[in-house]
């Protein structure tokens, strides 16, 4: 049986923090898939409630924020049960740094949920920079990096929580979508 289901953009909606951030980026990515792909994708974005089991209808979801993330109990299960049976989800620390709130709390969570350094930086040379593009270097820069944010930081990693061998989470410092 052929899967004919369009993709579909599934934000995460989690009771701490601020899960709606840069509401363009669904839009600049489904651009993207149409562009480069044949997929069919379904040109909408749609939010779901991380405590939803309506997250278990999706293979690919991304969860993005600023401040404190502090899954509730439902969330938390769902979040685990979800990675662990085949879920997909991207997340993008919209404070560009790597100690601040976002990254801290969030950090916390993925070790509550898969163990001690479950998340882990993914080598430069990961199967991921050469599935579809080649970056050879590793995670490409976005433009905040190149042009400054005053900071000169530029993340030159992403991290990751593997699960039966594949990418289950799939984290990213470096604002790709905020």
């Not at 562009?35 to 939010?47: G, I, M, P, Q, W």
């Not at 600023?66 to 979040?79: D, G, I, P």
């Not at 433009?143 to 061998?165: P, R, T």
């Amino acid at each position: 049986m052929l899967f004919t289901a369009a993709f579909t953009f599934v934000r995460l909606q989690y009771r701490s923090g601020d899960w709606d951030t840069d509401i363009r980026m669904p839009a600049n990515l489904l651009n993207s898939l149409i562009e480069y792909t044949t997929l069919r994708v379904n040109t909408r974005e749609k939010v779901v409630l991380l405590e939803s089991n309506d997250v278990f209808l999706y293979p690919f979801c991304y969860l993005s924020g600023h401040k404190l993330v502090q899954f509730n109990a439902q969330e938390k299960s769902n979040f685990e049960k979800y990675v662990k049976n085949g879920g997909f989800v991207f997340v993008d620390d919209c404070n560009h740094d790597i100690d601040g709130l976002f990254a801290r709390s969030f950090e916390r969570q993925m070790e509550a949920s898969f163990g001690p350094n479950a998340l882990r930086k993914i080598p430069n040379n990961h199967a991921l920079y050469k599935a579809f593009f080649k970056f050879p270097e590793g995670p490409p820069p976005t433009s905040f990096e190149l042009n400054g944010w005053g900071d000169d930081l530029v993340h030159d990693y992403l991290k990751a929580v593997i699960v039966d061998g594949r990418i289950g989470v799939l984290y990213s410092n470096k604002d790709y979508g905020c």
